[in-house]
C-alpha cells in the first residue's frame, strides 16, 4: 500500500474516532491503535474502492459505462454535460488526460469536502502536501497540522471529509477515475485535487471561512480555484480573490449578480446551460463570462449523502436522484456544476500552455465558446476548441436577419486582426444536417448582406438556421447563428 493511500486512509478513520468522540462514544489507548490498524489492513486488502472483475483475474476492467450509454435523461448521453463541451470520445478523453508527474497544476474546491474512498476515484487524484508529515506537528509551518490532501474550515481539522454531497460532485465531473469499468468518466484524468471544505452539513458556509479557503488554495500550490456556489462577494472574499490574483492563480465562480463587474483579470464567471446550449436561467443583466453545462448532470454521490433532499427543493422525493449499483452517482441540476466543467478546461490549458497569463487563459475560452443564436457576447464552453487556440486571435462577429416588404434579410457583421475568408450559409431546421451558401448582394471587409424571398426558402421548412462562418488567418474559425421561423415567411404578401 503506497504512502498516499495510507495517510488518505489515516486522516479517514481519525474521522472516525474525532466523530465517535463528539457522540461521547469512548475508546481506550490500545482499542484506538488495534480500530485503525484493523481499518488500514482491511482496506488494503480490499483494493481501496478499486472495481475489478472476478472473471479477469484481477486486472482492472476497461471503459466507463456511463461514458457510453444513455437513458438517464430522455434521449440523450448520460454524461452530455461532458460530451457538449468536446470531449465525446475515447480519443478525446486521451487528449485532455494530463502526463504522467502532472503535480504543478492543482484545482482546489471550495466546497463542502470530497468523499475520497468513492470507489470512482483514485487516491492518486487527490493533492498531496509535499511538506507534510502525518506527525501531529505543522511541518510546513502554515498554520495547519498534518494537513495532508487539504482542509475542514467547518470542523477545524485535516479531513475534508463530505457530508454534504456538494463537494464531491464538483470533484467527480473532472476528477472520477477512467477506464476502471466503473460509472463515469472525469474530465481531466490525471488531474490534481484539493478538497477544501467549507460548507457544513446543511450546505451551509461562513464567508471568512470562504476567503481563509482561498488564501489557503493560494499559498499551497493551487492553480486554479473553483467557487461552485457563491453568494455576493464579502470584502474579505474580494481581498482573497485580489490575493489570488496577484499570484496568478485562476479563480472560477458562478456569477451571482455581482462578480463581472469587479474587474479581476484572474477571475472567470460561469453561467449554466443546457442539453440545448440555452442558459438555464435568465443571466439578467450582469453577463457571465462563458456557458457551460448545470442541467441533469452525473457525477459522485458522497455517501449517506442526499444534497438536493437537505437543500429542501420542493416536490423531491428522497433518494430519486441516486443512480448505479450502491447509488453511487448522482444526477442533479446545479448553476454551480457549471464552473466545475471550466475549472478542468483550465486546468487544461495550463498544462498545455503553461506561459499562459489568467486573462489569456479567459481569452481564450471565450473565443473557443460555441455561440448561442446570434450573441457574440455569451458562448458554451468548447474545452478540446480551447486546446488548439492561441491569446491575441480574435474574431468578434454577430449574424442579423430581419424581414422587410417581403424579403428576408440577412446580415454578417464581423471584426478581426486578420481574416482570412467568410461566408453565408442557411439549412433547415435548428440543427441543420447540411448547410447551403446564400448568394450575396454585397460583400464589404467586415459585412455581408444575402437577400432572400419567399422563392428561395422551400415551404417545407418551418424554421430556418442562417450561418456566419469567419476563418482566420491563423486558421481557427468562429461561427455565429439564427434561427429564424420560416412557415409563414411571405405568406402577408401572397394574399
Known amino acids: 500500500m503506497d504512502s498516499l493511500k495510507l495517510a488518505v486512509s489515516f486522516t479517514y478513520f481519525c474521522g472516525i474516532l474525532r466523530s465517535l468522540r ?8 490500545s482499542w484506538k491503535v488495534v480500530f485503525v490498524v484493523f481499518a488500514i489492513l482491511v482496506l488494503s486488502f480490499s483494493g481501496c474502492g478499486k472495481n475489478t472483475d472476478p472473471a479477469s483475474n484481477g486486472k482492472i476492467k ?10 438517464l435523461f430522455e434521449s440523450y448521453p448520460d454524461q452530455w454535460a461532458l460530451h457538449r463541451i468536446g470531449i ?6 486521451q487528449a485532455a488526460t494530463l502526463p504522467d508527474g502532472t503535480d504543478s497544476v492543482i484545482v482546489a474546491f471550495v466546497d463542502s ?28 509551518g502554515n498554520g495547519y497540522v498534518d494537513d495532508l490532501i487539504g482542509w475542514n474550515f467547518v470542523e477545524h481539522d485535516n479531513n475534508p471529509w463530505d457530508d454534504f454531497g456538494h463537494g464531491t460532485m464538483m470533484a467527480g465531473i473532472i476528477g ?17 485535487i484539493m478538497p477544501l471544505k467549507v460548507f457544513n452539513f446543511f450546505g451551509k458556509a461562513r464567508s471568512h471561512k470562504i476567503a481563509e479557503a482561498i488564501v489557503y488554495a493560494v499559498q499551497n500550490g493551487a492553480t486554479v480555484i473553483c467557487l461552485g456556489d457563491v453568494a455576493h462577494l464579502t470584502e474579505a472574499e474580494k481581498m482573497a480573490i485580489s490575493h489570488a490574483e496577484q499570484a496568478g492563480v485562476v479563480i472560477v465562480a458562478t456569477n451571482p449578480g455581482n462578480l463581472t463587474e469587479l474587474g479581476f483579470s484572474n477571475l472567470i464567471t460561469v453561467g449554466a446551460s443546457d442539453s440545448q446550449d440555452r442558459p438555464v436561467a435568465d443571466v439578467g443583466a450582469s453577463i457571465p463570462d462563458i456557458l457551460a453545462p448545470g442541467a441533469d448532470v452525473l457525477s459522485l454521490r458522497a455517501r449517506r449523502t442526499d ?6 427543493e420542493k416536490d423531491y422525493v428522497p433518494g430519486q436522484n441516486f443512480v448505479g449499483p450502491e447509488n453511487m452517482f448522482y444526477h442533479a441540476d446545479r448553476s454551480s456544476f457549471s464552473a466545475a466543467f471550466v475549472a478542468g478546461a483550465v486546468a487544461m490549458l495550463q498544462v498545455k500552455s503553461p506561459d499562459f497569463s489568467p486573462r489569456q487563459i479567459k ?8 455561440p448561442i443564436g446570434s450573441s457574440t457576447e455569451l458562448g458554451v464552453l468548447d474545452a478540446m476548441a480551447a486546446l488548439h487556440v492561441k491569446p491575441g486571435y480574435w474574431i468578434d462577429a454577430r449574424i442579423e436577419v430581419t424581414e422587410n416588404e417581403g424579403k428576408l ?20 431546421g435548428t440543427e441543420p444536417k447540411e448547410w447551403k451558401p446564400l448568394s450575396l448582394q454585397s460583400s464589404e471587409t467586415s459585412r455581408l448582406v444575402s437577400i432572400l424571398g419567399r422563392d428561395d426558402i422551400p415551404e417545407s421548412w418551418s424554421e430556418t438556421s442562417f450561418r456566419l462562418v469567419v476563418v482566420h488567418g491563423s486558421g481557427m474559425n468562429k461561427t455565429v447563428r439564427e434561427v429564424w421561423p420560416t412557415r409563414d415567411f411571405g405568406k402577408e404578401n401572397q394574399q
Do not use: C, T
Open 22 to 29: 463528539k457522540y461521547k462514544v469512548r475508546l481506550n489507548g
Open 62 to 71: 476497461a471503459h466507463d459505462p456511463h461514458f457510453s450509454s444513455a437513458g
Open 88 to 93: 465525446n470520445s475515447r480519443d478525446h478523453l
Open 113 to 140: 469536502g470530497l468523499d475520497y474512498k468513492h470507489p470512482d476515484y483514485s487516491p492518486s487524484a487527490l493533492w498531496r502536501n509535499p511538506n507534510e508529515e502525518l506527525n501531529g506537528k505543522d511541518d510546513d
Open 176 to 192: 472520477a477515475e477512467v477506464e476502471n469499468g466503473l460509472g463515469i468518466a472525469g474530465m481531466v484524468p490525471g488531474i490534481k
Open 307 to 312: 444534497f438536493v433532499l437537505v437543500s429542501g
Open 363 to 370: 481569452e481564450v475560452l471565450r473565443y473557443a465558446a460555441r
Open 409 to 428: 434579410v440577412v446580415q454578417g457583421l464581423f471584426h478581426s486582426d486578420q481574416v482570412q475568408e467568410s461566408w453565408l450559409e442557411f439549412g433547415e
